[in-house]
């Protein structure tokens, strides 16, 4: 953060540094740098981890998410095999498959921790015959097929060291004509955004939570990054901005 004031913007610096919890010192040079990327660990399988976003409630963004994959997709628009990138807890997967009855889902994450929660998820609300949830590392790992009927992914890409890990998966899996329906956090423009941010959405959750919500804020990429990316890969999706946090990247193999 530059100032004017030399000495007093140091200090307020490192003032502004000290308010967030548990800020790992990667982050913290990152911020001193501006919002440059900061990327985080890949995998969630911490035990405590994975139980916290089990339990947290995500209805907001992953309701959101269901809404706009509708809107890009159409009510009938999801059938056949679905690919779900990065499934986590399989939150998402499940609301999924609610809305979309005539789809059968691969949720493909490479965290047990996280599969775990998961599997219990999926048992509960009598899905085992639509949902089958793999852990796999790309790109290392394959999931289940090698084509699917359609690829979604949420809140995987800021986790990933390499972009193209995520965007050649889809472009391998994806069968022509498929719908591709992508969502992630975007990177604020400043540090009092991503400060802002994390109070708004995060304030009141447990401090694993608040933690990791603004490190994934200062890992998130901006939409002319993700648009690079895509390019880089000759994919040729929309990415566009959703709310005051989301991008989306959608569009058909």
Same mark, same amino acid.
């Given at each position: 953060m530059e100032s004017a004031n030399g000495d007093d913007g140091l200090r307020e610096e490192r003032r502004e540094l000290n308010e967030f919890p548990r800020v790992t010192r990667r982050t913290r040079q990152g911020i001193r740098e501006g919002m440059n990327r900061i990327p985080e660990p890949e995998l969630m399988d911490e035990s405590a981890q994975a139980l916290a976003y089990s339990e947290a409630d995500f209805a907001e963004p992953h309701d959101r998410f269901v809404a706009l994959c509708e809107e890009h997709v159409g009510p009938d628009g999801l059938a056949g095999t679905v690919l779900d990138l990065g499934c986590g807890p399989a939150d998402v997967t499940v609301r999924l498959a609610r809305r979309f009855p005539r789809a059968v889902f691969h949720g493909v994450d490479g965290a047990e921790?996280? /599969?775990?929660?998961?599997?219990?998820? #999926?048992?509960? *609300?009598? /899905? =085992?015959?639509?949902?089958?949830?793999?852990?796999? #590392? /790309?790109?290392? $790992? !394959?999931?289940?097929?090698?084509?699917?009927? =359609?690829? #979604?992914? $949420?809140?995987?890409?800021?986790?990933?060291?390499?972009?193209?890990?995520?965007?050649? !998966?889809?472009?391998?899996?994806?069968?022509? =004509?498929?719908?591709?329906?992508?969502? %992630? /956090?975007?990177?604020? !423009?400043? #540090? %009092?955004?991503?400060?802002?941010? *994390?109070?708004?959405?995060?304030?009141?959750?447990? *401090?694993?939570?608040?933690?990791?919500?603004?490190n994934s804020l200062c890992a998130a990429f901006t939409p002319d990054e993700v648009g690079a990316q895509l390019r880089k890969v000759g994919l040729a999706l929309e990415v566009i901005e959703v709310g005051d946090r989301h991008l989306v990247a959608r569009g058909r193999r």
């Open positions: 921790a996280m /599969l775990a929660h998961g599997r219990t998820r #999926v048992a509960r *609300e009598g /899905l =085992g015959d639509r949902i089958r949830l793999v852990r796999a #590392v /790309l790109p290392g $790992n !394959a999931p289940p097929l090698d084509a699917y009927d =359609g690829v #979604v992914s $949420n809140s995987l890409l800021h986790h990933l060291h390499d972009p193209a890990v995520l965007w050649d !998966a889809v472009a391998r899996r994806a069968k022509a =004509g498929a719908p591709i329906f992508v969502m %992630d /956090l975007r990177r604020p !423009a400043s #540090v %009092d955004d991503a400060r802002r941010l *994390e109070q708004t959405y995060a304030g009141g959750e447990p *401090e694993v939570l608040r933690r990791d919500f603004f």
